[in-house]
């Protein structure tokens, strides 16, 4: 992802050694890939492409566009179809995706500060959260556009209209509605094996506790692995699931 991001969560990662993280430059992360021999999404989209990945799964199962009978080369796909984590495959299209949206909640937050509109409502959760001082201005917000061998495609990963629990993330119109926009939590990193991960809030939520984050469905069929929100349910000592905790790198192998 851009320097926005390395910025935001190098205060954070100070004193710990991290080789992957939200937000790396693309020089580090190739770097950190060739290390690591992660699989990449495919070499058309280059650094542009940001491979979403979670802790439960590990780095090498990263986001997809599950189209039915397609050899992972599908270039079309329709507001409503399911997103998912599959093993990174260089000649993917389905699991391209760059960033169409990449601000901060204090931009995003508008109304919070300047009266104007902003991407995320006043009423959202991470608006809630910003005015009470729990978030800072700083933590990411992002909308990742599905773009097969890089060309953007204008659809999002996301919810239509207000979520409910279980609901399955589906590729919707980027730039409509807050529900393709999602706000890194840097209240919750976790760092493991040199790798950060934190959750992913949904920016549509307006519930003003335990919001809607983004979830790995590791029981699922049809696909396997599918993209979901859930509510943010602590286990003890307020630690995050690791379905719920993600991070991302950068670009095809070199």
Request: charged residues 10%; proline residues 5%; hydrophobic residues 35%.
């Amino acid at each position: 992802m851009h320097n926005r991001f390395a910025r935001a969560l190098s205060a954070l990662a100070a004193g710990v050694a991290v080789t992957s993280v939200i937000g790396l430059s693309a020089a580090s992360v190739a770097s950190a890939s060739v290390a690591v021999n992660h699989p990449h999404a495919t070499p058309a989209c280059w650094f542009d492409c940001s491979n979403l990945f979670s802790e439960q799964l590990g780095a090498g199962t990263i986001m997809s566009v599950y189209v039915p009978g397609s050899n992972g080369q599908a270039v079309t796909a329709h507001v409503g179809t399911k997103t998912d984590l599959r093993g990174g495959n260089l000649a993917s299209s389905n699991e391209d995706f760059t960033l169409s949206q990449n601000d901060t909640l204090g931009d995003a937050c508008l109304t919070v500060n300047l009266g104007g509109a902003g991407l995320l409502s006043p009423s959202s959760y991470s608006c809630i959260q910003l005015r009470a001082g729990n978030f800072t201005s700083s933590f990411p917000v992002i909308e990742d556009n599905w773009s097969p061998s890089g060309n953007q495609s204008g659809l999002c990963p996301g919810v239509p209209g207000a979520a409910h629990a279980g609901e399955l993330v589906t590729l919707q119109n980027c730039g409509q509605s807050a529900g393709t926009l999602w706000v890194i939590d840097e209240n919750n990193i976790r760092t493991i094996g040199g790798i950060t991960y934190t959750p992913l809030v949904l920016g549509s939520d307006t519930q003003s506790s335990q919001p809607f984050i983004l979830q790995v469905n590791t029981g699922s069929h049809g696909p396997a692995n599918q993209l979901r929100v859930e509510r943010n349910s602590l286990l003890s000592h307020s630690f995050v699931p690791n379905q719920n905790m993600f991070s991302t790198y950068n670009g095809p192998a070199l």
